[in-house]
């Protein structure tokens, strides 16, 4: 059963961190690439940050360059998101999410297995 799990999430305060786990299991994350997303209410879902299987190639979007790190253990099939400086922008429920390929896509159609969501608010 392919299952991906997300943990880390909360409530933080404006300039503090974050890490997002997202372990999978029915299946090995190194063959796939691996994205993070994120849905803010009354707004689309958006990817955040991907890393590829083929190349090891690593994307980020714009407003987060410089802040947030994807990394993945293939030891522990986990792939995980530091989120530092984190501003009440960066609220909302984030997701991660596995390609149908080893290459990273801009768009959720390119995603076939989901994780549930975690909420993560920034907030003084």
């Known amino acids: 059963q392919v299952q991906l799990v997300e943990s880390g999430g909360g409530l933080v305060q404006p300039g503090g961190s974050l890490r997002l786990s997202c372990a999978a299991s029915?299946?090995?994350?190194?063959?796939?690439?691996t994205g993070w997303f994120r849905q803010a209410p009354g707004k689309e879902r958006e990817r955040v940050s991907c890393?590829?299987?083929?190349?090891?190639?690593?994307y980020y979007r714009d407003s987060v360059k410089g802040r947030f790190t994807i990394s993945r253990d293939n030891a522990k099939n986990t792939v995980y998101l530091q989120m530092n400086s984190l501003k009440p922008e960066d609220t909302a429920v984030y997701y991660c999410?596995?390609?149908?390929?080893?290459?990273?896509?801009?768009?959720?159609?390119?995603?076939?297995?989901w994780g549930q969501g975690i909420q993560v608010t920034v907030s003084s």
């Open positions: 999410a596995v390609a149908y390929g080893s290459s990273c896509t801009l768009t959720t159609g390119g995603y076939g297995y």
């Open positions: 029915g299946f090995t994350l190194d063959y796939y690439a």
């Open positions: 890393i590829s299987s083929s190349d090891g190639r690593i």
